[in-house]
């Protein structure tokens, strides 16, 4: 895994005589032929750092540290693994199984390598499928945007939760794609952005994100988000999803749950954005969806502050929001409503 260039950040773009500026994302995944180039998001916000992967081992450490993160971006880092890992004369099955097992519950990594393992499988070019779904995630992403801004019309200020945006796709994103498909609709739209802990990617990624991107936007405490909901100070929240159930059921990164049950109480809609691909339909519930577990240090820190090093810690990577919970669920087939079982069945035929 080599640094192939670094920068500090950039600010945000400035807008000049009252007009707004131009949207402004970054990408965060590249083929270049010999490898990936991907942004490595443990560096965001104090510096842009690009890594050059032209391994297998690179990809599953950049997957594992967190360097790649976001499903999709999970999904297409995976599949350009796989092919990698194939390069250098290793079995396939073997391939395949380390690289899906470098993060277990965002189901994206498993299908995308899965897809790829079936080309090789059946003597087709395995490289194939992973640019294939490089330009499917950037279409789909777009999709959603454009179907998630008109069910949320009149829905101006959005609470979201993590990183959703061109960081964790391959596009524009999913929660943060309908905020984009909005601010370039004209419309008016700010956002509220949880801290997201352990691991902050909401402080780091997404405000980042937004403000490159000249989208107003407010940092919040995760503790704070609920008096926020009961407060009236957000129309909707949307969220991504790193696994949903078969029947709606959905993974997203811990502190979700807690999000929907405040939504819920507050009357304030929930809605979960994610391209088809995060729907297992294999998995009938939530309670069947396997989630990671992460070392206690990146909870305990150091320095002055931190708790004892031998505090006993749990550090779930995600949780699980019953579909009951969830007013709707905007893919690039549509947006699903309850029931959700029949939904999904309906729309995958």
Sequence with gaps: MAVIGARRAGSSPTASDGEAAPLETVSSIEWTGEGLTVLDQRCVPDDTVFLQLTTIDG????????????????????AFGYVLGLRAGLAPEDVAARVIAARPTA????????????????GEDPLGVALRLLDEDREACATIGELGRQELAGRDRLLTHCNTGALATTGRGTALGIVYAKAEAGEPVTVLAT?????????????????????????LVDSAAAAALVAGKADAVVVGADRIAANGDTANKVGT???????????VPFYVAATWNAIDASTPDG????????AAAEVLGAGPGAAAADTRVWNPAFDVTPAGLITGIVTERGVLHAPYGPAIAQATR
Excluded: C
Aim: net charge positive; proline share 4%.
């Design 257 to 267: 749950l807690a999000l929907a049950i405040a939504a819920k109480h507050a009357g």
């Design 59 to 78: 990809v599953i450490e950049a997957i594992a540290t967190l360097a790649v993160r976001g499903a999709n971006v999970l999904g297409t880092a995976g």
């Design 195 to 219: 801290e997201t802990r352990p691991l902050r990617q909401g402080a780091r990624l997404t405000v980042w994100e937004l403000h490159k991107a000249g989208i107003p936007v407010t940092l």
């Design 287 to 294: 309670s069947a969806i396997p989630i990671e577990e992460r």
């Design 107 to 122: 189901v994206n990594l498993r299908v995308a390598v899965e897809l790829a393992h079936d080309a090789q499988r059946r």
